[in-house]
């Protein structure tokens, strides 16, 4: 049963992936004149404000849930939603999309696995130690630009701090979810609050924002890639650790690559290629369900005998 359910959660932490995989090819396709920043405040806001719809109209009772000790992990994972959103967007402007995600979600299970180690206790297995080393590799080689590299020290630090907050967030949810909060409720809060981070620049970007292309693209990151995919994401952190969850979440940048090649007819090169096999690899051995070892439940069991029977 626990194979199950490491199995369904790895799957719907994927389905997450997938799905925030599909944000830079539809920015792309949509060529909208707002800026990113605006987007991604939009996108938080708006797809927070579905998961508030979806909660008060099905279950209002899931508020209730929050109580005053789900707080601090909650206002946790709003900030670092927000300044996920503003240091990301903002080293990608300065430093371009190949470094800032090579940054952002090659650190990011570090930083999730460290922070599960420090807040939660909970050791990190070789196997994902492993998974995740090969992942990081994966996602560098996949995000390598082919020409030279702009440096600039602020956007590779914002990068950092981008990967950084992924870790945070992901250890927050994890401990709401471990409390037993309704995490539709919960996610719904921690985006709305998020967006504050971001709202003066959706309100100083909001008339590009009026046009049908910005409007097609808000609608399908806000419902798609922000409310479904978080949604499968939490779940999945009901049956996954944070470190796992965080090095499934590498699929991102698999499925964005991919979707660059099919649909915007981007091409991949020797290295890119070999990145994504290493990913993928990576991503299977983090994915597959740990191997019980019956051993020490035996050594036990006839310890009790025999201390039962010395007792007689």
């Known amino acids: 049963m626990n194979q199950r359910n490491n199995a ?10 997938l799905l925030w995989g599909t944000v830079g090819p539809a920015q792309v396709l949509a060529d909208s004149a707002a800026s990113p920043v605006a987007l991604g405040c939009a996108r938080i806001l708006f797809g927070g404000l579905l998961l508030l719809a979806f909660v008060l109209l099905t279950d209002r009772a899931a508020f209730r849930t929050i109580t005053r000790t789900a707080w601090p992990p909650l206002l946790s994972a709003a900030a670092a939603t ?6 990301f967007l903002t080293s990608v402007s300065r430093t371009g999309a190949a470094v800032a995600t090579a940054l952002a979600f090659g650190f990011a299970p570090v930083f999730t696995g460290l922070c599960q180690r420090l807040v939660l206790r909970t050791p990190l ?31 590779l630090v914002l990068g950092v ?11 927050s949810a994890k401990r709401l979810v471990d409390d037993g909060v309704a995490m539709p409720a ?23 924002l009026a046009d049908a292309r910005s409007l097609w693209l808000v609608a399908w990151l806000a419902g798609a890639t922000t409310a479904l995919a978080y949604m499968f994401f939490v779940t999945g952190l ?9 090095t499934l979440s590498l699929a991102e ?6 979707l660059g090649v099919l649909v915007l007819g981007e091409r991949m090169s020797v290295p890119v290629a070999a990145g994504a096999l290493i990913l993928l690899g990576g991503l299977a051995v983090v994915s597959l369900p740990a191997r019980r070892d019956r051993r020490p439940v035996a050594i036990v ?3 009790h005998y025999c201390e039962s029977h010395a007792k007689r």
């Open 82 to 87: 927000g300044v996920f959103q503003a240091a």
């Open 161 to 171: 701090v981008a990967g950084g907050c992924f870790g945070v967030y992901t250890v």
């Open 8 to 17: 369904s959660g790895s799957l719907l932490v994927l389905g997450a992936g």
């Open 253 to 258: 940048p698999l499925v964005a690559g991919v």
């Open 301 to 303: 069991c006839d310890t």
């Open 238 to 246: 009901r049956r996954v650790s944070a470190a796992t969850a965080a």
């Open 186 to 208: 919960a996610v719904s809060l921690t985006l709305l609050l998020g967006s504050a981070v971001t709202l003066p620049w959706l309100v100083v970007g909001l008339a590009p």
């Open 125 to 155: 297995t070789r196997t994902w130690l492993a998974g995740t080393a090969a992942a990081v590799v994966g996602v560098t080689l996949m995000s390598a630009p082919p020409g030279s590299v702009r440096v600039d020290p602020l956007g």
